[in-house]
C-alpha cells in the first residue's frame, strides 16, 4: 500500500510517521523542499526519541525513515497513490482545491481523506467527482502520540469507504470512533468547546475566577489540565478559529465568550505569544502553577453541564454511540473516565437542573437535551439509580455485605461494612462466594476487583464479635475451611482478580488480598499478619501464599513479628505490585484493570492457571501443564488476531473465543 499525505506540517509529518511505523509506504507532498526537509527533520526527531525511551529499536525507526519518500509534485503523487490524506491548513478553500486535484489525479476508487478538526466533509466532497470515497480522518494532536482516530461521514460517504479507512486508522495502531453525520465539531470537539466556553463566561460573568476553574477541573475533575491551561497550551487562536466555525453553521449555539475575541484581536494566544489565560516566561514546556485547593467551592455539575448536553445532543441524533463518546473524550482529551459516567456519577436529575437554572438566567441555548429530559423523566438518573447512559446493576436485594457493580468489562465487588472497617464475618464470606460463583457465568466481565468501602480499610481482618462459632476448636475448623474455600475461589476463577487496597488490610482482609492475582495499594495503606499478638497464626493461607509471594524470610517476618508495614515496604518486598496516590487511587486502579480486560480471556486463564502450578506442583508437572494449555491457546480464534493485529501494526480485538 502507498499513502499520500499532503502537508509536511506538525499533522501531516505527525501522520507519515504513523504510518511508516506501521509499515505502509508513503509519499509526503508539501509546496517546496524546504517544508519537506522540516517535515523530514521532525519525523527523525520523534523516532530518535521513541528509540531514546526504548519504544522501538534503532532498526525498526530506520525502517519507519525509509519508506518515506517526499516530492512537492502532488499531481504524480497523487496518480500512484491507494490512499490519500490531506493535513492542511484549516482553509476550506485551499482544502477544497487539493481535493480537486486528489480527484483528478487519483486513480478511481482511491479514498481521500482530510485531517480537519472543524470544517464540513461534505463541502470538501463536492469539489470532487468521487464525494462517496471522501471522508474526514482526523488524527489527534501530536500524531506519533495521541491513540485516538476520528472518522468522520459526509452526506455521501459510503459505507465501504468508511470501513476501509477505519480498518487503516487501525493498521495504524489507532483506536477509531466514527461520527456518523458530518456536524461542526464532531464528536471530540463539540464536547471539549462547551466546556471550555462555559468556563470562560464563568469568568466573564464574575462567577469564578480563572484559577478556581482549573484548579477545580484539574484537581477535582481529575482532568490532565484546566481548561484555560489547555486553551494557553494548544492556542486560543485555534480554538476561536473553531468555535466560530462552529458557531457559523449551528448558529442557535450559546454564544462566544468575549474574552476570547479579546484575547485573538491583541495577540494573546496563550504560551506561544508569552500571554493568554497566564503569562508565560519563554520556557518551551512551561506550566502555570495551580493550586490545588483554589476550586473547592466551584460547582463542577454546572461547569461540565452544557458539555453533557451536547453529548446527549449527539447520541440522541445519532452522530455517535455512548461508547464511542466515551472513548473520545478519554482518548482525545485525556479525561480518566468518560464524559457521560461523569455525568451518571453527579446525577442526571442534578445535570438538568443545572441547564435549567441557566436557561432561566442566560436563555434558551442552555435548554436541556429532550433525551436528558426523558431519561430523568423514568428514573434513569445514573448510578445512584442503577442505570443511566451507563448501567450499574446491584443485586442489593441478594446481599448486605458487599456490593456488587457492573462495568463491563469490569466487576466491582465492595466490602461493604465500613462501620467495622470492612472486617470479614460469616456472612461476608458467603456473599462473596455466591458473588463470585455467578461470576464465572457473566461473559461481559473480564476483570473484577474487590475494594473496600468507607475509605479507611480494604478490610482490618475477620470481626471477632461475629466468630461466635469459633469459639471451639470444631466451629473455628468449619469457619477457616469456609474461608479457604473462598480464597480458593478466587485463586481459580477464571477471570484475573484485583485487590484495590486503599487503608488497612490486616489478617484475614491481607490473606484475602493475598488470593487476589494483583495487589494495587494507595499510599496511605498498611499491610500486615497480627494474629501473632493475639495468641494465634493466619488460618485462610497467610503462612502459605504470603511465603509463596514474598519468600520465607519476609513471611517468617511478618508472621512471627505480627507487625503492620506501610505500602512502599510491601511494594519493596514484592506483596505490592504497584503503589499510587489516594487522589485519584481508583481511576489508577481503573485504568490497569481496563488493560488487562484488553487482553484475551482465554489466554489469561491460561496463565493464571500455568503460574499458581508452580506452586502446587513438582516441576515437570508445571512444564507440562505449561505446555499443553500452550499448545490448546494456538487453536484458538484469540491467537489468529494477535498474530493477525502484530502483523498489520494494530491494536488486537480479543472476544474469548
Not at 135 to 155: K, T
Request: charged share 25%; glycine share 8%; hydrophobic share 40%.
Amino acid at each position: 500500500m502507498k499513502l499520500l499525505v499532503v502537508g509536511a506540517g506538525v499533522m501531516g509529518h505527525g501522520i507519515a510517521e504513523v504510518a511508516a511505523l506501521a509499515g505502509i509506504d508513503v509519499v509526503m507532498v508539501d509546496v517546496s523542499d524546504e517544508f519537506l526537509a522540516k517535515g523530514l527533520e521532525r519525523i527523525r526527531w520523534s523516532l530518535d526519541r521513541f528509540v531514546e525511551k526504548k519504544k522501538i529499536s534503532r532498526e525498526e525507526a530506520d525502517r519507519a525513515f525509509s519508506r518515506i519518500a517526499t516530492t512537492t509534485k502532488l499531481e504524480e503523487a497523487a496518480a500512484s497513490a491507494d490512499f490519500a490524506i490531506e493535513a492542511v491548513p484549516e482553509d476550506i478553500e485551499l482544502k477544497r482545491k487539493i481535493f480537486q486535484t486528489l480527484s483528478r489525479y487519483c486513480r478511481p476508487g482511491v479514498i481521500l481523506a482530510t485531517n480537519t478538526s472543524t470544517l464540513p466533509i461534505t463541502e470538501i466532497a463536492e469539489a470532487t467527482d468521487r464525494p462517496d470515497k471522501v471522508v474526514g480522518m482526523h488524527f489527534f494532536n501530536p500524531p506519533p502520540l495521541m491513540p485516538l482516530v476520528e472518522v468522520v461521514l459526509g452526506e455521501k460517504t459510503s459505507p465501504d469507504t468508511v470501513n476501509a479507512t477505519v480498518e487503516l486508522g487501525r493498521r495504524m495502531g489507532k483506536h477509531v470512533i466514527i461520527c456518523r453525520k458530518d456536524v461542526p465539531g464532531f464528536i471530540v470537539n463539540r464536547i471539549l468547546a462547551p466546556l471550555l466556553n462555559e468556563a470562560c463566561w464563568m469568568v466573564q460573568r464574575g462567577e469564578a475566577t480563572v484559577m478556581e476553574i482549573d484548579s477545580a477541573v484539574k484537581y477535582r475533575a481529575g482532568l490532565p489540565m484546566g481548561v484555560f491551561e489547555l486553551a494557553d497550551y494548544s492556542g486560543i487562536d485555534v480554538f476561536y478559529m473553531a468555535f466560530n466555525s462552529i458557531k457559523s453553521r449551528e448558529p442557535s449555539r450559546i454564544e462566544l465568550c468575549p474574552i476570547f475575541k479579546e484575547y485573538f484581536e491583541k495577540g494573546m494566544y496563550g504560551q506561544k505569544s508569552g500571554r493568554g489565560f497566564y503569562v508565560y516566561g519563554g520556557g518551551k514546556y512551561e506550566r502555570p502553577e495551580i493550586p490545588r485547593d483554589a476550586g473547592s467551592s466551584i460547582d463542577l455539575v454546572r461547569l461540565f453541564a452544557p458539555s453533557i448536553n451536547s453529548a446527549a445532543w449527539l447520541i440522541r441524533n445519532g452522530v455517535s454511540t455512548v461508547d464511542d463518546v466515551e472513548t473520545g473524550v478519554k482518548l482525545g482529551l485525556g479525561y480518566p473516565k468518560g464524559i457521560l459516567e461523569m455525568a451518571d456519577e453527579w446525577g442526571l436529575d442534578r445535570v438538568v437542573e443545572a441547564l435549567e437554572n441557566l436557561k432561566a438566567r442566560y436563555g434558551e441555548a442552555y435548554t436541556p437535551d429532550p433525551l436528558l429530559v426523558e431519561m430523568v423523566s423514568k428514573g434513569r438518573t445514573g448510578r445512584k439509580a442503577g442505570e443511566g447512559f451507563h448501567s450499574y446493576r446491584q443485586d442489593t436485594a441478594t446481599y448486605s455485605e458487599i456490593l456488587v457493580e457492573r462495568e463491563p468489562p469490569l466487576l466491582w465487588i465492595t466490602l461493604n461494612r465500613p462501620q467495622r472497617l470492612n472486617a470479614l464475618s460469616p456472612k461476608l464470606i458467603g456473599e462473596l462466594r455466591d458473588a463470585l460463583r455467578r461470576l464465572e457465568k457473566d461473559d461481559e466481565v473480564r476483570v473484577v476487583v474487590i475494594r473496600g468501602a468507607g475509605g479507611r480499610a480494604f478490610s482490618a481482618g475477620a470481626d471477632i464479635t461475629s466468630f461466635t462459632e469459633a469459639a471451639t476448636p470444631l466451629g473455628a475448623y468449619k469457619l477457616l475451611t469456609e474461608f479457604q474455600e473462598l480464597t480458593n475461589q478466587i485463586e481459580s476463577l477464571s477471570k484475573p482478580v484485583i485487590a484495590a487496597i486503599d487503608g488497612y488490610a490486616l489478617g484475614g482482609g491481607c490473606e484475602l488480598a493475598l488470593a487476589c492475582d494483583l495487589r494495587i495499594v494507595s499510599e496511605r495503606s498498611e499491610l500486615g499478619q497480627p494474629e501473632i499478638n493475639l495468641g494465634i497464626i493466619p488460618g485462610a493461607g497467610g503462612t502459605q501464599r504470603l511465603t509463596h509471594i514474598v519468600g520465607l524470610g519476609r513471611a517468617m517476618e511478618l508472621v512471627m513479628l505480627g507487625e503492620r508495614i506501610d505500602a512502599e515496604q510491601a511494594l519493596k518486598i514484592g506483596l505490592a505490585n504497584r503503589v499510587y496516590p489516594v487522589e485519584g487511587f481508583y481511576d489508577r486502579v481503573r485504568e490497569i484493570a481496563l488493560k488487562l480486560a484488553e487482553k484475551p480471556p482465554i489466554a489469561l486463564m491460561a496463565a493464571k492457571r500455568a503460574l499458581h502450578a508452580s506452586r502446587y506442583a513438582p516441576a515437570g508437572l508445571g512444564l507440562d501443564m505449561e505446555k499443553s494449555l500452550f499448545s490448546l491457546l494456538i487453536s484458538t480464534e484469540d491467537f489468529a488476531e494477535g498474530v493477525s493485529a502484530f502483523m498489520s501494526r494494530r491494536k488486537p480485538s480479543f472476544k474469548g473465543r
